[in-house]
């Protein structure tokens, strides 16, 4: 009767080291006060600027989201609590091994490291020669009214789309290209999808800087909006993270999924205001457009250069990007942990 109690007592309880237990009615407790709360804001906050019906389809898809994120973690609460603790007591392996995955692209080059940072670079100066001095190419209207430099526009855009797709690509293929860790009974094979999207960051921290340089020269110098860049680097980071824990577990039985999201990416590119400006096409599309996580996350890095606007001012794209992001990191846990046993057979 005791051992049965005990066990009952661990089985609702997340144990991290060094955070302590928490009961499992608490944590449920937490989870439902904010989904409450977030309820009470989407309904009652409104806008008098925004369209109705669009406000209102913003609404309903923010309630139904909040909804499905209660229910998918009452139902797998003890799978989805597993990946957090697991990522947390393994954070300074991680640190390492995200580290040396960095390096070990260019291992055995002779210049080493200095090719990943001189990717962005000359990215950056072929647009600029060909937008700037060969088609000439005018400015795009910003917020507010503010016309900047087309390669300033398409420079903003790009840096947090060669994340995504970098990172969404070397995450999915983690598993693949660590399969002997796979293998080993004691290695916490779930820290390999984040050891990717964090490797990726050393390059996209970088383009950052190459950014604010480019920024800079046109003239936009960096200002209190500018740390908000940060944030989005953060939302940018649990997306990718978020699809890549599905992804990495699909590939190892479907293999042709990476070809497909290749393919995505490449059309997802043009499906994000990354090359044209989202405000030059019709309100019934351009709800549509922000369905996409990403565009959130462009756009914010613009507004962080030159549109000086605070992400808390956008409302609804902020509450419906987090809400969309904490469904699919929660899908993503669920895919994995069911998935993980029959890895190291298929590998």
């Given at each position: 009767m005791t051992t049965n109690s005990n066990n009952k007592t661990k089985n609702n309880r997340i144990d991290i080291t060094g955070l302590g237990s928490f009961p499992k009615a608490a944590v449920l407790g937490i989870v439902y006060t904010i989904a409450v709360i977030l309820t009470l804001i989407v309904v009652l906050h409104t806008n008098a600027l925004a369209d109705k019906h669009t406000e209102m389809l913003k609404k309903i898809c923010a309630c139904i989201l909040i909804g499905v994120s209660c229910l998918i973690v009452t139902f797998f609460?003890?799978?989805?609590?597993?990946?957090?603790v697991e990522l947390y007591q393994n954070r300074k392996l991680i640190k390492r091994l995200a580290i040396n995955d960095f390096k070990k692209r260019y291992a055995g080059s002779y210049m080493g490291v200095v090719w990943a940072l001189a990717q962005p670079v000359v990215t950056v100066l072929m647009y600029w020669f060909v937008f700037d001095k060969i088609f000439q190419t005018r400015g795009e209207m910003a917020a507010?009214?503010?016309?900047?430099?087309?390669?300033?526009?398409l420079t903003t855009g790009l840096v947090p789309w060669?994340?995504?797709?970098e990172a969404l690509l070397n995450g999915t293929t983690s598993l693949l290209e660590y399969n002997y860790l796979v293998k080993k009974v004691l290695f916490k094979i779930s820290i390999l999808p984040l050891i990717k999207v964090m490797a990726a960051m050393f390059?996209?921290?970088f383009f950052i800087f190459v950014m604010l340089v480019v920024a800079i020269f046109y003239g936009y110098q960096p200002t209190i909006y500018?740390?908000?860049?940060?944030?989005?680097?953060?939302c940018e980071f649990i997306l990718v993270l978020a699809l890549s824990y599905s992804t990495s577990a699909i590939v190892v039985f479907f293999r042709d999924l990476t070809q497909i999201i290749s393919i995505a990416l490449q059309l997802g590119q043009w499906a994000t205001p990354i090359l044209w400006n989202i405000d030059r096409i019709s309100d019934s599309l351009k709800w549509v457009i922000k369905l996409n996580p990403v565009t959130y996350i462009v756009e914010g890095y613009r507004n962080s250069i030159y549109g000086e606007i605070w992400f808390f001012e956008h409302f609804y794209s902020s509450t419906y990007f987090?809400?969309?992001?904490?469904?699919?990191?929660l899908i993503g846990s669920?895919?994995?942990?069911r998935s993980k046993v029959h890895f190291a057979d298929v590998l």
């Amino acid at each position: 009767m005791t051992t049965n109690s005990n066990n009952k007592t661990k089985n609702n309880r997340i144990d991290i080291t060094g955070l302590g237990s928490f009961p499992k009615a608490a944590v449920l407790g937490i989870v439902y006060t904010i989904a409450v709360i977030l309820t009470l804001i989407v309904v009652l906050h409104t806008n008098a600027l925004a369209d109705k019906h669009t406000e209102m389809l913003k609404k309903i898809c923010a309630c139904i989201l909040i909804g499905v994120s209660c229910l998918i973690v009452t139902f797998f609460y003890d799978k989805l609590t597993v990946l957090p603790v697991e990522l947390y007591q393994n954070r300074k392996l991680i640190k390492r091994l995200a580290i040396n995955d960095f390096k070990k692209r260019y291992a055995g080059s002779y210049m080493g490291v200095v090719w990943a940072l001189a990717q962005p670079v000359v990215t950056v100066l072929m647009y600029w020669f060909v937008f700037d001095k060969i088609f000439q190419t005018r400015g795009e209207m910003a917020a507010g009214g503010i016309e900047v430099p087309y390669v300033l526009f398409l420079t903003t855009g790009l840096v947090p789309w060669f994340y995504f797709s970098e990172a969404l690509l070397n995450g999915t293929t983690s598993l693949l290209e660590y399969n002997y860790l796979v293998k080993k009974v004691l290695f916490k094979i779930s820290i390999l999808p984040l050891i990717k999207v964090m490797a990726a960051m050393f390059i996209h921290v970088f383009f950052i800087f190459v950014m604010l340089v480019v920024a800079i020269f046109y003239g936009y110098q960096p200002t209190i909006y500018t740390l908000q860049i940060f944030y989005y680097m953060i939302c940018e980071f649990i997306l990718v993270l978020a699809l890549s824990y599905s992804t990495s577990a699909i590939v190892v039985f479907f293999r042709d999924l990476t070809q497909i999201i290749s393919i995505a990416l490449q059309l997802g590119q043009w499906a994000t205001p990354i090359l044209w400006n989202i405000d030059r096409i019709s309100d019934s599309l351009k709800w549509v457009i922000k369905l996409n996580p990403v565009t959130y996350i462009v756009e914010g890095y613009r507004n962080s250069i030159y549109g000086e606007i605070w992400f808390f001012e956008h409302f609804y794209s902020s509450t419906y990007f987090w809400i969309v992001t904490v469904v699919l990191f929660l899908i993503g846990s669920l895919i994995f942990k069911r998935s993980k046993v029959h890895f190291a057979d298929v590998l």
